[in-house]
Every structure is written in C-alpha cells, then in structure tokens.
C-alpha cells in the first residue's frame, strides 16, 4: 500500500491510525474523512489532530460531497505553498520504517540481533 500511497499527489482516506501512520510517513497531504461509526469517534480525533497542525482537511461524512471534495483537491493543487507546508508537516510528524525499529529496539532488550529475530519468523 504505501508504494501506492506514495505516488498519490492527495489521499482521500479514512482516519484510522494505521492509515494517518502511512500518510506521515510518506508524507502526503491528505483529505480525512472520519468513520462517523469507530469506536469512542476515535478517527475524527486522528484526523483533527493531523487537520488541526496543517497536515491535511478534515472533512466529516455528513458534509461529504462531489463537489466539496473537488473545492479541496482544487485549493491544494492551486496552493503550492499551502501544499507544501501540508507535505513538510506529514514528513515531520511521521516515522518511516517503524515497525523495523520498533523490532530492533525489542530485540535489544531481549538479546537479540535483529537478523536472528528475522531468521525465526522468516
């Protein structure tokens, strides 16, 4: 997904935490949408948090339409300086390779070099 992801000059997404980690990490403005349904409304905090910094637009389900998310592609691709800030932001607040560090850092305080931790899974 974040080969995709990364030749995308906008993402039109929902808001979960996995989708707001791929968007920081590859650095993509995005337009944010909310599932109205998750639990404790947790994608509309994600995507005010990104939307509130200058990462992106948050637009909620109720105020979805054709016309709306035209309104925001065209302001962000008729914005360069609005773009890129939006872009620099995303890169800033996101970690790419996580989950690479996140294993090496496990496998420091176990013990372990992280090839041989490979080599047990793979």
Same mark, same amino acid.
């Given at each position: 997904?974040? &080969?995709?992801?990364?030749?995308? /000059?906008?993402?039109?997404? $929902? ?11 590859? !650095?993509?403005? &995005? ?15 994600? &995507? ?6 200058? !990462? ?6 109720? #105020? ?10 065209? /302001? ?7 773009? #890129? ?6 890169? !800033?607040?996101?970690?790419?390779? &996580?989950?690479?560090?996140?294993? #090496?850092?496990?496998? $420091? ?14």
């Amino acid at each position: 997904m974040g &080969a995709a992801l990364s030749m995308a /000059d906008i993402i039109i997404c $929902r808001a979960g935490a996995t989708t707001i980690a791929e968007i920081t990490a590859i !650095g993509i403005p &995005a337009i944010l949408i909310p599932y109205p349904y998750a639990a404790d409304n947790h994608q509309y905090w994600n &995507a005010m948090e990104l939307a509130s910094n200058g !990462g992106g637009y948050l637009l909620q389900q109720i #105020d979805l339409t054709p016309e709306k998310i035209v309104e925001l592609v065209t /302001d962000l691709l008729n914005n360069k300086e609005k773009y #890129d800030r939006m872009k620099m932001f995303n890169k !800033g607040m996101g970690i790419p390779n &996580a989950s690479v560090s996140v294993v #090496d850092n496990i496998c $420091r305080v176990i013990g372990l070099k992280s090839s041989q931790f490979a080599l047990t899974i793979g």
